[in-house]
């Protein structure tokens, strides 16, 4: 069974940085690309950033362009969200997904596993 783990989320002032984990469990994900999505309250899911794992070619969404860095451990099934330069409107719960494909997508309708979230607030 697939599981997919969120953590490192937390309150930060603007200007500050975080670091969200996603450890993965249940199967190999080489033939998965991995996502995060955020959704602020009110809002639709967005896609944020996705890599895919047997590559770690990776894919960003306008606004984060520059200030986060999507990654991935091998050794550990884990794939990393670097945030800096946080904004107010960057507050939002953020989700890990994997989507079994080697095509880069962002509809959040074509990933098939999901974390629980964790929650990201930026304060100014």
């Known amino acids: 069974q697939v599981q997919l783990v969120e953590s490192g989320g937390g309150l930060v002032q603007a200007g500050g940085s975080l670091r969200l984990s996603c450890a993965a469990s249940g199967r190999t994900f080489s033939s998965y690309a991995m996502g995060w999505f955020r959704q602020a309250p009110g809002k639709e899911r967005e896609f944020v950033a996705a890599?895919?794992?047997?590559?770690?070619?990776?894919y960003y969404t306008d606004s984060v362009k520059g200030r986060f860095t999507i990654s991935r451990d091998s050794a550990k099934n884990t794939v990393y969200l670097q945030m800096n330069s946080l904004k107010p409107e960057d507050t939002a719960v953020y989700y890990c997904?994997?989507?079994?494909?080697?095509?880069?997508?962002?509809?959040?309708?074509?990933?098939?596993?999901w974390g629980q979230g964790t929650q990201v607030t930026v304060s100014s």
């Open positions: 890599i895919i794992w047997s590559d770690s070619t990776t």
């Open positions: 997904a994997a989507d079994w494909s080697v095509v880069m997508r962002t509809d959040p309708k074509n990933y098939d596993y």
